[in-house]
């Protein structure tokens, strides 16, 4: 079955520390892969997609299909970016799903 | 631009009774989905339209619940007898047209909390 694991529910670290949020994917294929973050009483809206190789708020996400995993990193956290983060990925069609979520803590 | 309108933001109500959620997609926005969000999960898709026809509706529990998105833009889903288990943030999001395959896109409203006593 295609689906997207996020191992960890809660994820803590201290200001400027790296983060590594996990995601895990199981799909038969080339699969595209994105992570939506939301931030306290925001809407839940895109963060970066695997397809643009792209860098937002510092974060980066690479496809590594040997070991099915879409990991988000930033190398120094800041205290903004505690938030919920969604991995996502689409299964049967274009229905788009998503892990359980991380929830991020920046402690000052 | 506008985003996603959805209400009411929060609805209390008893088991069995009925519920209705509205939204309404960004201009222009061909695709619409209604999503269920139960307390420390992932959203989990409903229901999916392009236009007014629907695309996918595979995890909608029929018997209780009901979408439809009339003239191809808003939309309500409503939910026939509601139980306990429904309480949930409904979650209503809009794409362009073919969103997930052009773009990965979704916009996502701000939800509709609802409580089930």
């Known amino acids: 079955a295609q689906r997207v694991t996020q191992p960890e529910k809660l994820l803590s670290v201290f200001k400027g520390a790296p983060v590594e949020l996990k995601c895990n994917y199981s799909?038969?294929?080339?699969?595209?892969l994105f992570w939506y973050v939301q931030y306290s009483r925001q809407r839940l809206q895109l963060l970066l997609r695997?397809?643009s190789r792209e860098s937002i708020k510092g974060f980066t996400a690479d496809l590594n299909k040997g070991e099915t995993s879409f990991h988000l990193k930033k190398p120094f956290a800041q205290e903004e970016d505690s938030a919920m983060y969604y991995c996502?990925?689409?299964?049967?069609?274009?229905?788009?799903?998503f892990g359980e979520g991380t929830q991020l803590t920046v402690n000052p | 631009e506008a985003g996603v309108a959805q209400s009411p933001r929060y609805k209390i109500i008893e088991k069995r009774q009925s519920v209705a959620f509205w939204c309404n997609p960004i201009?222009?926005?061909?695709?619409l989905y209604w999503y269920q969000q139960i307390l420390g999960q992932g959203p989990k898709l409903l229901i999916q339209?392009?236009?007014?026809?629907?695309?996918?509706d595979s995890q909608l529990p029929k018997d209780r619940f009901s979408a439809e998105r009339l003239k191809g833009v808003d939309s309500t889903l409503k939910i026939q007898p509601a139980k306990l288990e429904d309480s949930a943030v409904y979650l209503c999001?809009?794409?362009?047209?073919?969103?997930?395959?052009?773009?990965?896109?979704?916009?996502f409203g701000e939800g509709s909390r609802l409580t089930v006593l």
């Open positions: 201009s222009g926005h061909a695709t």
């Open positions: 799909y038969s294929g080339s699969p595209e």
């Open positions: 695997h397809i």
């Open positions: 339209f392009q236009n007014n026809g629907v695309v996918d």
């Open positions: 999001a809009s794409s362009l047209v073919g969103g997930i395959a052009n773009t990965g896109e979704l916009f």
């Open positions: 996502a990925l689409p299964t049967s069609g274009s229905r788009l799903t």
